[in-house]
């Protein structure tokens, strides 16, 4: 099966580029590169894996900063607060399939 982008435009969000892709009601994928940070939060619908492509940073989960290089995996399981800094690119993996609604700030 080959997985088309959802649409050519990549989204804006914050410090990151984002470009989405839709494989069924299971599971999502996104294409993400960041400069910054990202912001702590959590989501309650959805576990997470996030590869990373190239650059580096930190992944910051349940309070445990870790740094991150190419070829790192991370997984966050839903209803874990994390956040991740710096600047690169990044393949995530959503399952079930992404849902902004499921994403909750934290202070």
């Not at 309070?63 to 690119?89: C, H, Q, S, W």
Request: with cysteine.
């Amino acid at each position: 099966m080959i997985i088309k982008k959802i649409d050519t435009n990549q989204k804006n969000v914050g410090p990151m580029k984002i470009w989405e892709y839709k494989i069924n009601p299971d599971f999502s994928g996104a294409l993400i590169e960041i400069d910054g940070d990202h912001g702590k939060m959590k989501c309650v619908g959805e576990d997470r894996i996030y590869f990373i492509i190239e650059g580096g940073g930190q992944f910051v989960l349940d309070e445990k900063e870790t740094e991150v290089e190419p070829n790192d995996l991370i997984f966050v399981a839903r209803n874990t607060p994390y956040n991740f800094i710096g600047k690169m690119k990044i393949f995530l993996v959503c399952t079930p399939e992404f849902n902004p609604k499921d994403d909750v700030k934290l202070p």
